[in-house]
């Protein structure tokens, strides 16, 4: 082989592997990103001092608003999850957008699911000071709204189902 090839071969090779690293470091970087908003949602909902665990004390304890305005502060973080997910950079990074785009679609069903609970904290609150008829009538609403949440909870296992399909094969795209 001559000399001259062997250089430009070697040097296309060289230069295959220095762009295959560095995706795969732009790639590793993207699942870290994703990484630190899920270990931030797990911590707002099953910490220690997490906001779910706060709101199931206020509940027990009959304190309906202060229940309700922590459904609000979970409604405000996992808003910022999901504009965080959604400003990490995709480009050049195959499967990224699919992933990203997963990755929103299951905090937004999240979400939904616990901004849900707003509602049966507010009819547990009417049930609460609520007398005869008007209390039946409550708790009847509370009994439509748990089967309701069902549809919910639905939508949560098909996007997480979607997220780990999506992050499979954003892996095998990547060589992770």
């Known amino acids: 082989m001559n000399p001259s090839l062997k250089l430009k071969s070697l040097l296309f090779l060289g230069l295959t592997v220095l762009l295959l690293a560095c995706q795969n470091k732009?790639?590793?970087?993207?699942?870290h990103a994703l990484d630190v908003q899920e270990r931030k949602v797990?911590?707002?909902?099953?910490?220690?001092?997490?906001?779910?665990?706060?709101?199931?004390?206020?509940?027990?304890?009959?304190?309906?608003?202060?229940?309700?305005?922590?459904?609000?502060?979970q409604h405000q973080e996992f808003n910022k999850a999901i504009a965080s997910v959604?400003?990490?950079d995709t480009r050049n990074l195959p499967k990224a957008t699919d992933l990203q785009q997963s990755k929103i679609a299951y905090y937004q069903s999240l979400k939904n699911l616990h901004v849900y609970a707003g509602e049966e904290i507010e009819q547990q609150?009417?049930?609460?000071?609520?007398?005869?008829k008007?209390?039946?009538?409550?708790?009847?609403?509370?009994?439509?709204?748990?089967?309701?949440?069902?549809?919910?909870?639905?939508?949560?296992?098909?996007?997480?189902?979607?997220?780990?399909?999506?992050?499979?094969?954003?892996?095998?795209?990547?060589?992770?």
């Open 42 to 73: 797990t911590h707002m909902l099953i910490g220690k001092t997490a906001s779910e665990s706060r709101k199931l004390e206020y509940l027990i304890d009959d304190d309906f608003d202060r229940a309700i305005a922590v459904v609000n502060e």
């Open 125 to 132: 609150k009417l049930i609460y000071h609520a007398k005869g």
């Open 86 to 88: 959604n400003a990490l």
């Open 26 to 31: 732009k790639a590793m970087e993207f699942k």
């Open 134 to 176: 008007a209390k039946d009538e409550a708790q009847d609403e509370l009994i439509r709204l748990a089967k309701a949440k069902q549809a919910l909870y639905e939508k949560v296992y098909q996007a997480e189902e979607t997220l780990y399909k999506a992050l499979a094969e954003f892996d095998e795209a990547n060589g992770l």
